[in-house]
């Protein structure tokens, strides 16, 4: 079984604290994200990996930054939480298309971080 | 800029009906790739269907199918004898070049007995 996992299912921190969101993947994944989940927007792409020390920005970096260190593991940072980073985050992983092209494979998901700052 | 739209936020169905929701997107790549993916209560979102845009037959799994319009840029999912367990978000997302998966804004179905 392809496994995503998230480091917590809920979170709590404060404005102005440094939060860590941890994702592993077991399936030798090339390709990893970070997603934000709010109602009425969807899934909207913080940052993308393609490979380890590699990342892309999304629709959405500001405030965020991320960590590949390991091909398994990718680390989204909030330097300093704010109450408009409150929401839903999933990351997701998938095996990498040829440079350019759409991904054409499944992505897997983890089962979300639901994150509150205060 | 590549865009999803779902503009059904909410659907019902009762057992044993078929449903569709619609989507729609736009995109200026000859390259992509379309998926439906469900979200239930417990949030782990699992692949429902996926369709190639060079293929012109419209992609089934089971109970669940697509409906592909290439020209209209229209990708409709069609689930027949509607389950309980079909209670969920969906959502739908275009790949397109360089992996980039953009999502809409999902529909919540509702499944009544």
């Known amino acids: 079984d392809v496994k995503v996992t998230q480091s917590s299912r809920y979170l709590v921190k404060r404005t102005g604290e440094k939060v860590f969101l941890e994702c592993v993947q077991d399936?030798?994944?090339?390709?990893m994200f970070w997603y934000r989940q709010d109602p009425g927007l969807g899934l909207r792409l913080i940052y993308f990996?393609?490979?380890?020390?590699?990342?892309e920005k999304g629709d959405i970096p500001e405030g965020y930054s991320v960590s590949r260190e390991k091909k398994e593991r990718f680390s989204l940072i909030l330097e300093s939480a704010s109450t408009n980073q409150t929401s839903m985050y999933l990351c997701?992983?998938?095996?990498?298309?040829?440079?350019?092209?759409?991904?054409?494979?499944?992505?897997?998901f983890g089962q979300g971080t639901r994150l509150t700052v205060v | 800029a590549q865009t999803v739209t779902q503009s059904q936020p909410e659907m019902s169905v009762q057992e044993a009906e078929t449903v569709t929701l619609s989507c729609t997107y736009d995109?200026?790549?000859?390259?992509?790739?379309l998926f439906w993916y469900k979200q239930p209560p417990s949030r782990q979102m699992i692949l429902v269907i996926r369709?190639?845009?060079?293929?012109?037959q419209n992609a089934t799994e089971n109970r669940f199918s697509v409906n592909f319009q290439k020209a209209a840029k229209s990708f409709s999912l069609k689930i027949s004898d509607s389950q309980l367990g079909d209670a969920a978000m969906y959502f739908c997302?275009?790949?397109?070049?360089?992996?980039?998966?953009?999502f809409g804004t999902g529909t919540r179905l509702l499944v009544s007995p």
């Open positions: 997701a992983s998938s095996l990498r298309s040829w440079a350019g092209q759409a991904l054409n494979t499944e992505a897997f």
């Open positions: 399936m030798d994944h090339e390709n």
């Open positions: 990996s393609y490979d380890v020390k590699m990342k």
């Open positions: 995109t200026s790549e000859s390259d992509y790739y």
């Open positions: 369709q190639e845009a060079y293929k012109q």
């Open positions: 997302l275009s790949s397109t070049g360089f992996q980039k998966l953009v």
